[in-house]
C-alpha cells in the first residue's frame, strides 16, 4: 500500500504527511542501512505464505544513493551451495532456491528470510539488509493493476512444455520479438519460461519484467491506477522494510534514474556443471 501510493508521488512533503514524519529527518541518512534488498519470487499459487515453498526466482539490489545508482545481480534458482544454519536445519549443502524453504520448515530463527540472508552472506560476502517476497498470484494481480507492462522483447520465445496454470500437463507459450505489452499472466510466464533455452535466459527476463515494472509505476499513469493498486497489494506482499524505509526509498531526492541501474547475472560463465547427489542437474 505504501509502497504504491508514494512511488507516483513526486512531493516529498505528502510523504512526510503520510506517514507523520519528522520535517528535520534526513532521507540519505536512513537510507545508509538500506543498501542491499533481496526480491523473492516465491513459488506458490495458493497465497498462503504460512506453507514453506521455493524461491525461483532470486534478484538482489545494490543501491548507491548518493550516486544515484544501483546494480541487480540475478542468481540462477539451482546453484548449488553451503546452506546457513547447518547446525539447526541438518542440511549442509543444496540449491540456492530452497534456502527460504528450509528456513521456514526447520523454525530457523528469523524463518525464511533470514536463512537466505545468512546463505547468501556466507557463500558471497555481501549483507543483505532487507527483502521483498512475492507470490504468483500477487504478482499476476499487480501487473494488471499497473495496465500491464511493456518489455521489449529481445528473441522470440516458443515453450512447449510449459506447466498449465491448474499445475496439471503443459501448454504452448509463445512471445514474439520486439516491445510486447504483457499483462499479469503472460508477464508472469514470460519470467518463468525456460524449456526452449535455460535458467541463465530465465534471470535475464526476470530482470527484463522487474525493470518494465519499475518503469510502469514511475510513469506519468502510475497515479491513476493507485486505487487498483492499493487493493492488489494489500496482504499479498512479505517484507521486512519498516514504513520509514519505504517512504526514503521513494523519496524524489534518491530516486535512481533508469540509465544508471547495471543488471548483472551469474551464468554459465561462472558455474561448472554438476549432477547432485540426489541426481539433479545443477
Known sequence: VILTVLVASTNAQWI???????????????????????????????????????TDALMFTNLRFADHEAGVLSVPRDLWLQQANADITGIYEDRINLSYLYGESYDVPGGGPAQVKATIAGNFGFTVDRYVLINFDAFVRFVDALGGIEVDVPKAIYDSQFPAQTGDGTIVFEVEPGLQHMDGLTALRYARTRHQDSDYERIKRQQLVALAIRDRLLSGTGLTRVPALLGALRGSVRTDLSPEEIAMLLWPGPQIPSENIDTYAIDGNFVTPWTSPGGGAV
Open 16 to 54: 512526510l504527511d503520510a506517514f507523520k514524519l519528522d520535517p528535520s529527518l534526513d532521507p540519505e541518512r536512513l537510507l545508509t542501512a538500506v543498501r542491499a534488498i533481496a526480491v523473492l519470487g516465491i513459488d506458490d499459487r495458493t497465497g498462503d505464505y504460512s506453507v514453506p515453498a521455493r
